[in-house]
């Protein structure tokens, strides 16, 4: 059996009690699902009855921390989901997608930004970039490094505190250029300009799935990742621009 065929058999498994939420329909309980921001747009189509937080995932990680109730945590960085697996607060991640990063510049593009090499070039540039802690702000930091522009940092007017921040920002005009991964420049392709990355310097973008060790609904929890990685889900993540592990 592929792997994937073994995490879905294992799931299925132990929601198999009396048969899953998906396929009984006993259960009335909606999944509560903490998600990184930047699967704002397709976690709905993968599951419309969830309950959604879209946040950073580091946030979201200090929630869970702090005690708040949720059934599913999916991260935009493994960090995160094998830090509070380690904890004993949430149960063995699984994979589910990739991504990339791209920078976005308003449709205008008042600084003429053609490529990376760019943004050290323009004097009066305003960069808008995630905070150190937040997975896209990690992952900014490492493509900078790989280039050897970190300097570009200094440069930076705005640190958010996830990555639908930097898109509102550049969308609207308010700065000059930002990281983001691939799957956010979609929904504002009309507003937005989009410059490719080198792809010697793109990190390793996972993202990981965990379930709760103790959830408000076992079963709805699973069901809600069963249905992630089933065929329609994963076609689902490729539709909106995500690869699938």
């Given at each position: 059996m592929s792997r994937f065929a073994i995490a879905i058999a294992a799931l299925a498994a132990i929601g198999a009690v009396s048969g899953t939420a998906a396929?009984?329909?006993?259960?009335?309980?909606?999944p509560i699902v903490f998600a990184a921001a930047s699967l704002t747009e397709v976690l709905p189509?993968?599951?419309?009855?969830?309950?959604?937080?879209?946040?950073?995932?580091?946030?979201?990680?200090?929630?869970?921390?702090?005690?708040?109730?949720?059934?599913?945590?999916?991260?935009?960085?493994p960090v995160y989901t094998q830090d509070l697996h380690s904890e004993g607060l949430a149960r063995k991640p699984i994979a589910f997608a990739t991504n990339s990063l791209v920078i976005i510049v308003p449709r205008s593009n008042p600084q003429r930004i053609r490529s990376i090499y760019d943004l050290a070039k323009r004097p009066k540039l305003r960069l808008v970039v995630a905070g150190p802690n937040v997975p896209i702000g990690l992952y900014t930091r490492e493509v900078l490094k790989r280039l050897g522009l970190l300097k570009v940092l200094r440069k930076a007017v705005s640190l958010e505190p996830?990555?639908?921040?930097?898109?509102?920002?550049?969308?609207?005009?308010?700065?000059?250029?930002?990281?983001?991964?691939?799957?956010?420049a979609r929904p504002v392709r009309e507003k937005v300009k989009v410059i490719a990355i080198p792809p010697k310097s793109q990190p390793t973008v996972r993202y990981e799935a965990a379930i709760a060790a103790k959830p408000e609904s076992l079963e709805s929890a699973q069901a809600f990742v069963i249905a992630l990685l089933s065929t329609e889900g994963r076609q689902t993540l490729r539709e909106t621009g995500f690869g699938v592990p």
């Open positions: 396929t009984r329909g006993v259960s009335e309980a909606r189509r993968v599951e419309p009855e969830g309950r959604y937080s879209f946040a950073g995932s580091n946030q979201l990680a200090q929630q869970i921390r702090l005690g708040a109730p949720f059934d599913v945590f999916l991260s935009a960085s996830d990555v639908k921040g930097i898109v509102g920002k550049i969308a609207f005009g308010e700065a000059d250029a930002g990281f983001v991964y691939r799957t956010d």
